[in-house]
């Protein structure tokens, strides 16, 4: 790894690091976003970052877990890794699922609230609604985004 990969590679170590992933599993996704061959070996991963093959295999672990890596079929024993097409849009999926329990968690508190507490019901409505939105409003940019890619994969290959 030259110095302005390594650049790269821990400047998406720390980002994920605040993205609370940790910055270990930056540094190996960054490294295999820019890798060549563009699948490395637990062995290999772990010399070109620095840190212990148990560490690579814990963190390349979870990232396939959470469809960032996948592993490639080898005819060895060796394990391989390398980055999945459309894994940070199955990331934000998997992240706006967790808002699910907030808007159930505000409708149950709507549903507790009589019309004597217009205000306190007009807080809860406004911040449910505000949930409600986020989630739709992200879906539909998702959606967007994969007919995006969708369309510019086709005009590749009508042009290729």
């Given at each position: 790894m030259d110095q302005k990969e390594s650049e790269f590679v821990d400047r998406l170590g720390l980002v994920m690091e605040r993205l609370a992933g940790g910055r270990t599993m930056g540094r190996l996704y960054a490294w295999l976003l820019i890798c060549d061959p563009p699948d490395q070996s637990l062995t290999d991963l772990a010399a070109e970052l620095g840190v212990s093959k148990t560490m690579?295999?814990?963190?390349?672990?979870?990232?396939?877990?959470?469809?960032?890596?996948?592993r490639v079929p080898t005819s060895s024993r060796e394990h391989r890794y390398q980055v999945v097409r459309g894994g940070w849009a199955q990331i934000m999926r998997g992240r706006l699922a967790v808002l699910d329990p907030i808007t159930e968690t505000l409708g149950l508190g709507l549903s507790i609230l009589g019309d004597e507490r217009a205000e306190q019901r007009a807080l809860l409505e406004e911040t449910k609604e505000f949930?409600?939105?986020?989630?739709?409003?992200?879906?539909e940019s998702l959606q967007r985004w994969e007919e995006y890619r969708k369309q510019l994969k086709d005009d590749d290959q009508d042009s290729g």
């Open positions: 690579v295999s814990t963190v390349a672990r979870q990232l396939e877990a959470g469809g960032m890596v996948e949930f409600a939105f986020l989630v739709r409003d992200a879906d």
